[in-house]
């Protein structure tokens, strides 16, 4: 299986941006469709974007809450995966992590296969 790891955390202030990086080791993240989930204190695990296989067009698929302020991208020549996060707001602070599945695209927790470790993000405000 694919291991990952997530970098790119930090502290930021309300408004500001940050990027996400997601490095995936062991096998071939072209095999794999991509995801990023995030968890605040006291709640549940939830979607934040998915990126299916380049082969089927590498679509995007985002939740309502981040809808047209996170990006994100995958460069498969870096076995890397990416989420550009702009106009953060104080309610986006959570331990973000990358998620990957061979066979569905991890729109749902139940859909992912392998995890990172997670990567905090704290926005102020």
């Known amino acids: 299986q694919v291991q990952l790891v997530e970098s790119g955390g930090g502290l930021v202030q309300d408004g500001g941006s940050l990027r996400l990086s997601c490095a995936a080791s062991g096998r071939t993240f072209s095999n794999y469709a991509g995801g990023w989930f995030r968890q605040a204190p006291g709640k549940e695990r939830e979607f934040v974007a998915a990126?299916?296989?380049?082969?089927?067009?590498?679509?995007?698929f985002y939740a309502d809450s981040v809808k047209g302020r996170f990006t994100i991208s995958r460069d498969n020549a870096q076995n890397t995966m990416y989420l550009q996060m702009d106009n953060l707001k104080p309610e986006d602070t959570a331990v973000y992590y990358c998620a990957a599945s061979r066979y569905r695209i991890p729109d749902a927790v139940r859909n992912a296969e392998v995890w990172g470790q997670g990567t905090l993000v704290t926005v102020s405000s």
């Open positions: 990126v299916s296989w380049t082969w089927t067009g590498g679509n995007t």
